[in-house]
């Protein structure tokens, strides 16, 4: 069964804290991607990246960066939390080589800032 | 305009109705068009794919892609309450990331 683990379902950070969102998936997978969720603006793009030590920057970089040190595992790091990066955070894994039409996600983490 | 536009509802239907969710798009590059299905309090999960313009049938699912009007549609016929989630259509281009619309949150009333 595949799976795409995130490290916490619920955090709750201080602003100007450094937080880390780990995502590991255990499928081989080339690509991996950060997204965050919020109400009304549905799935937004942070990071992603197409192999190890690779990383692009998606629609909504600012304020985050990542990191692809091994293949399965895929780290959003938030530099100085602030209360608007109060969201869901979803990692997600996908096979390069074929159509990545298939993406599998996490659970999410909830990731409050106060 | 938008690259992909999807109502966000909420849509509210009793028990056996035929349900029918829709998105626009504008990207005529985009070569898959996708459905996820996502569980409250879960991550998205891929329902339906197709390639080309035509239906694809999967049980009580059926994805519609109407490519000339940039048009796509989710049916689920028979709806039952383990149906209501949040229907999110996403668009492939390349070897690029999904493109998803903001989702459409169904709930089916026993």
């Known amino acids: 069964d595949v799976k795409v683990t995130q490290s916490s379902r619920y955090l709750v950070k201080r602003t100007g804290e450094k937080v880390f969102l780990e995502c590991v998936q255990d499928m081989d997978h080339e690509n991996m991607f950060w997204y965050r969720q919020d109400p009304g603006l549905g799935l937004r793009l942070i990071y992603f990246s197409y192999d190890v030590k690779m990383k692009e920057k998606g629609d909504i970089p600012e304020g985050y960066s990542v990191s692809r040190e091994k293949k399965e595992r895929f780290s959003l790091i938030l530099e100085s939390a602030s209360t608007n990066q109060t969201s869901m955070y979803l990692c997600a894994s996908s096979q390069q080589g074929r159509l990545n039409t298939e993406a599998f996600f996490g659970q999410g983490t909830r990731l409050t800032v106060v | ?110």
């Open chain 2, 1 to 110: 305009q938008k690259e992909v536009e999807q109502d966000p509802g909420p849509l509210s239907v009793p028990e056996g109705a035929i349900v029918s969710l829709n998105c626009t798009y504008s990207n005529s590059a985009f070569q898959y068009f996708m459905w996820y299905r996502q569980y409250s309090r879960k991550g998205p999960e891929l329902l339906m794919y197709t390639y080309s313009s035509g239906n694809k049938e999967d049980g009580r699912f059926t994805a519609q892609v109407d490519k000339s009007s940039k048009y796509i549609s989710l049916f689920i016929r028979d709806s039952q309450p383990s149906d209501s989630a949040t229907y999110l259509c996403a668009f492939l281009k390349g070897n690029t990331p999904l493109v998803f619309g903001k989702g459409t949150r169904l709930s089916v009333i026993a």
